[in-house]
């Protein structure tokens, strides 16, 4: 079963306000990344937090952790039509380490 | 410092025949792992490599599918006799190290049409 889940499945915007996407994971991590995937593209890595992290910022992206909940959210402030695209979460797990766990994806549409 | 390479980005085989993806990993960077995305669906771990050993394939189908990535050159996906059900996104990526300890890049990717 997938290891990470991200809610919503689908989220619409206006270009200008933030965007907020939530990952859920079952099992214990070392880290988890996020990845952008523009419509037939490949996958672009935007940010890696560790286990022992509880957030991080890259420019207009801000990165929580809780391991507690088992859950990471994404937060995109500002969002531009360009930020239109699906974004993936991905968790290494503390017992492997050897492959990372993807979650279904949220689809983000900014509308101009 | 080149991305991951993935070639060809398109490929169309009829059923029956073989299949052979490259993934040449960034420079530095001697873990590769593959991976399938269906229509509309997350990516499917397949099997992760580092150079001339293959560390964990525990998501390759055991039959038709195999992998390598010899001392010098690219990480090849190989699958033989491909049926429709083969159709999809193949992705590789690599890093520097295990991905328990560190970022993974990945390339725009294969798509493979089983016609």
């Known amino acids: 079963s997938q290891q990470g889940e991200e809610d919503p499945q689908a989220l619409s915007i206006q270009e200008g306000e933030n965007a907020t996407m939530n990952c859920s994971y079952k099992?214990?991590?070392?880290?988890l990344q996020w990845y952008r995937q523009n419509s037939g593209r490949g996958l672009v890595h935007l940010i890696l937090?560790?286990?022992?992290?509880r957030e991080k910022h890259s420019g207009r992206l801000r990165v929580t952790l809780d391991t507690s909940k088992k859950s990471s959210s994404l937060l995109i402030t500002a969002s531009r039509a360009a930020d239109t695209a699906s974004y993936f979460c991905?968790?290494?797990?503390?017992?492997?380490?050897?492959?990372?766990?993807f979650g279904t994806g949220t689809s983000l549409t900014v509308i101009p | 410092n080149a991305g991951v390479m993935q070639n060809p980005r398109h490929l169309v085989r009829r059923r029956g025949q073989e299949a052979r993806l490259r993934c040449s990993p960034m420079k530095g960077h001697s873990h590769v792992y593959w991976y399938r995305q269906l229509p509309e669906e997350g990516l499917k771990f397949m099997v992760y490599?580092?150079?001339?050993?293959?560390?964990?394939e525990s998501g390759m189908p055991k039959e038709r599918f195999s992998a390598e990535f010899p001392k010098e050159g690219p990480s090849i996906l190989r699958i033989q006799q491909v049926v429709r059900g083969d159709s999809a996104a193949y992705f590789c990526?690599?890093?520097?190290?295990?991905?328990?300890?560190?970022?993974?890049?990945f390339g725009q990717g294969t798509r493979l049409t089983v016609v």
């Open positions: 937090i560790r286990s022992n992290e």
């Open positions: 099992t214990s991590i070392n880290n």
């Open positions: 990526a690599s890093s520097p190290k295990a991905v328990g300890f560190t970022e993974a890049f």
């Open positions: 991905a968790t290494s797990l503390l017992d492997t380490g050897n492959q990372f766990y």
């Open positions: 490599l580092q150079k001339e050993n293959i560390i964990d």
